[in-house]
């Protein structure tokens, strides 16, 4: 299960922001984001941005 920041995070992959643009939005290091992503990557089977996106949708991760 993902954690509401981890959900937070994924949402903002799904809208194509970058790890810049995302630690921007939240307030937090860059460093963070990445670990953020890593941690989603490994609970949800994906291996990119996109395919933890696709996952995301498919799955209904998140309310859109």
Do not use: M, Y
Request: hydrophobic residues 45%.
């Amino acid at each position: 299960k993902l954690t509401p920041r981890q959900l937070e995070i994924l949402g903002s992959i799904t809208r194509g922001l970058t790890n810049s643009d995302i630690a921007r939005e939240l307030g937090i290091a860059p460093d963070s984001v990445k670990e953020h992503i890593n941690a989603i990557f490994l609970k949800i089977g994906a291996a990119n941005r996109t395919e933890a996106a696709t996952i995301a949708l498919r799955k209904h991760l998140l309310k859109i």
